[in-house]
């Protein structure tokens, strides 16, 4: 088996399957390496779906991935004849005041407006007549994006290492990298069994296990967190069953933010809905993380967020899972070039939003190891800006 390569991606989870597909795809001799089979329950791409939209409220330097990430998705489809993208829309209410310009709200509408995204804003009245499962209160707005909606997770991932394969990528499952030494012309990877692969590039979209492969600062900078999403059973209540099953996805922020919370229309017939709040970023270790979600969680979730905000949700859950964030200082991608290893690119974390980009960024970072021009700048999201450590762009 060949061990030397053009590029090495080390992860093949939302980021690292699009790169490998990307760099395939422009004739790099590349391989992918992933400690598990993906697409898997270990990381953070799993539990079937993930919002996805195209004015983006976390900050306008998203819009851009977002909307190339979209054309590929579709180009992806129109390839393969599977549904990576479900366009059911996406709704982002605001209780009470938060329209303001500086809210998330007020950044999603002024998205849409820059980038000329078709969007409507709503009233309560409006939301409660068009999303009847959706109790707002009187003073409560939204702003409605019809080509917002869902992405397939792990079919897009599945999807991504098909066609990298058929492409000539090659796929190392269930090897990990322990080490990363800089060689002549290259990079060294480290695997645990004590094979060596070198390779001119390498790409560390690791997510929550990149801070212990990169070492310090990375340790440090990366905090893995455990977030849970909760499957919620439905009333057999035919008009809200209806509204469920048709509706979009939703993302409900407040001025109170613990009691932020999203979620996604039935896909299942209209039995269950899925929904989660971001967890408190209290740093774990992936490999010890407790993976069970208890009874008590969905029990508090449905207290704090679902009761007397979503029509037709049952107290009971059906089911809950964990998933896993790699969160930034500042909550924003990290994607530069590794301060002692100029071979070296790190494309991790995500901040837990990173899976509607994660098309877009693959292609991005291919273009960069195929010495082609930037079709989207990823300048904003270096490592350079963090206090932390003196990193290059």
């Not at 998203?62 to 059911?88: C, F, K, M, N, Q």
């Not at 492409?167 to 069994?193: H, K, M, N, Q, S």
């Not at 960024?361 to 963090?386: C, N, V």
Request: include cysteine; glycine fraction near 12%.
């Amino acid at each position: 088996m060949a061990n030397r390569f053009d590029v090495a991606i080390i992860g093949l989870g939302a980021v690292g399957s699009a790169t490998l597909l990307q760099s395939a795809e422009r004739g790099l001799d590349c391989v992918g390496i992933d400690r598990f089979v993906p697409p898997h329950i270990w990381g953070s791409s799993h539990g079937e779906t993930r919002i996805t939209r195209r004015a983006i409220g976390e900050g306008l330097a998203y819009v851009p991935l977002a909307l190339r990430s979209h054309a590929i998705w579709r180009d992806l489809e129109a390839r393969t004849g599977r549904t990576l993208l479900t366009a059911s829309g996406c709704l982002v209410l605001a209780e009470g005041g938060g329209r303001a310009a500086d809210s998330f709200l007020g950044r999603t509408i002024a998205a849409a407006e820059r980038f000329d995204i078709d969007h409507e804003q709503l009233d309560a009245d409006a939301i409660r007549h068009r999303f009847p499962h959706f109790a707002a209160g009187d003073a409560d707005h939204g702003c409605f994006e019809p080509g917002g909606g869902y992405l397939h997770v792990e079919r897009c991932i599945a999807t991504n290492l098909m066609l990298a394969r058929a492409a000539g990528g090659l796929c190392r499952f269930g090897e990990t990298a322990v080490a990363l030494d800089p060689v002549t012309g290259g990079v060294a990877i480290e695997l645990a069994g004590g094979e060596r692969i070198t390779a001119a590039q390498v790409v560390v979209a690791a997510g929550s296990w990149a801070g212990a492969l990169l070492g310090e600062p990375f340790a440090s900078l990366l905090t893995p967190t455990r977030q849970v999403m909760h499957w919620f059973p439905l009333d057999p209540v035919p008009a809200l069953a209806a509204a469920w099953a048709d509706g979009p996805t939703f993302i409900w922020s407040h001025a109170d933010r613990t009691r932020d919370f999203y979620g996604f229309p039935s896909i299942d017939g209209g039995c269950t809905i899925k929904t989660a709040n971001e967890q408190p970023p209290v740093r774990v270790t992936p490999d010890t993380m407790h993976r069970t979600a208890g009874p008590d969680e969905a029990a508090a979730m449905y207290a704090g967020h679902v009761a007397g905000r979503l029509r037709g949700v049952r107290a009971d859950a059906a089911r809950s899972a964990t998933c896993l964030y790699t969160q930034s200082p500042d909550a924003h991608f990290a994607i530069g070039g590794h301060p002692a290893m100029d071979r070296v690119l790190v494309a991790s974390p995500c901040s837990g939003h990173g899976f509607k980009h994660s098309a877009a960024i693959g292609e991005a970072i291919a273009q960069r190891l195929a010495g082609e021009a930037d079709a989207i700048d990823l300048a904003g999201f270096a490592l350079s800006r963090f206090d932390a450590v003196a990193l290059p762009a």
